[in-house]
């Protein structure tokens, strides 16, 4: 089955003890991404691949790092967490294309920093 | 990026039709108009995309005004799995654009 699997789907944290959320996808998909999710604000993005060892900042990078040594995977880093970063985490994948392909999403992240 | 707008809500009954509009006034001539939709507790999905024509899928039809400048998601019947917010997004056709650019939507409400 096609998909994009993120783990893990929640996560208490301390603020400043680094993490790791994965992000795998089966698709052969060139194209990855971070979206963040806070209510009022949407979805905006945080970093984004277009292949391999090709990453690049979204609308809001700062505090996170990612790096993509393969192609069906794509982890966020966040090296010392903080309480803004609270947020529900969605990965993304596609073909790259631009408006004529879509987009394959992740079931979620929902991390808390305490 | 063009800019949409969608109303914040809308409401449906069960089993009718919705009509969830978009518009999207400075769309550029090699913009597509993609719909994808958030079930709670779930991330995007896809449902639709289209550039000039009208397209049907499985799972809705889109309807897009000559001119463009707006567009209509619909839903033949509305079913209580339905609910989710709706995004009308606008993507760039070269194959470097692949970013999706959320707004905030259109929430719908099924009435059972």
């Known amino acids: 089955e096609a998909q994009v699997t993120q783990n893990p789907r929640y996560l208490i944290t301390v603020t400043g003890k680094k993490l790791t959320v994965t992000c795998s996808q089966n698709?052969?998909?060139?194209?990855m991404s971070w979206y963040r999710q806070d209510p009022g604000l949407g979805l905006r993005q945080i970093y984004y691949?277009?292949?391999?060892?090709?990453?690049d900042k979204g609308d809001v990078p700062e505090g996170y790092k990612v790096s993509r040594k393969e192609k069906r995977n794509f982890p966020l880093i966040l090296e010392s967490p903080s309480p803004n970063q609270t947020s529900l985490y969605f990965c993304?994948?596609?073909?790259?294309?631009?408006?004529?392909?879509?987009?394959?999403f992740g079931q979620g992240t929902r991390l808390t920093v305490v | 990026d063009a800019k949409t707008t969608q109303p914040n809500s809308m409401e449906s009954n069960e089993e009718e039709p919705v009509h969830l509009p978009c518009n999207h006034s400075?769309?550029?001539?090699?913009?597509?108009i993609h719909w994808y939709r958030q079930l709670p507790s779930q991330g995007p999905e896809y449902v639709i995309h289209?550039?000039?024509s009208n397209v049907n899928n499985r799972m809705a039809s889109l309807a897009i005004a000559e001119d463009r400048k707006s567009s209509t998601l619909i839903l033949h019947r509305a079913t209580l799995r339905d609910a989710a917010v709706y995004y009308c997004?606008?993507?760039?056709?070269?194959?470097?654009?692949?970013?999706?650019?959320f707004g905030t939507g259109t929430r719908l409400t099924v009435i059972p």
């Open positions: 698709m052969n998909h060139e194209y």
């Open positions: 993304a994948s596609g073909r790259t294309g631009g408006g004529i392909t879509e987009a394959f």
């Open positions: 691949s277009m292949n391999v060892e090709a990453t």
């Open positions: 997004i606008l993507r760039a056709s070269w194959a470097g654009a692949n970013n999706l650019f």
């Open positions: 400075t769309i550029s001539g090699t913009d597509y």
């Open positions: 289209g550039l000039t």
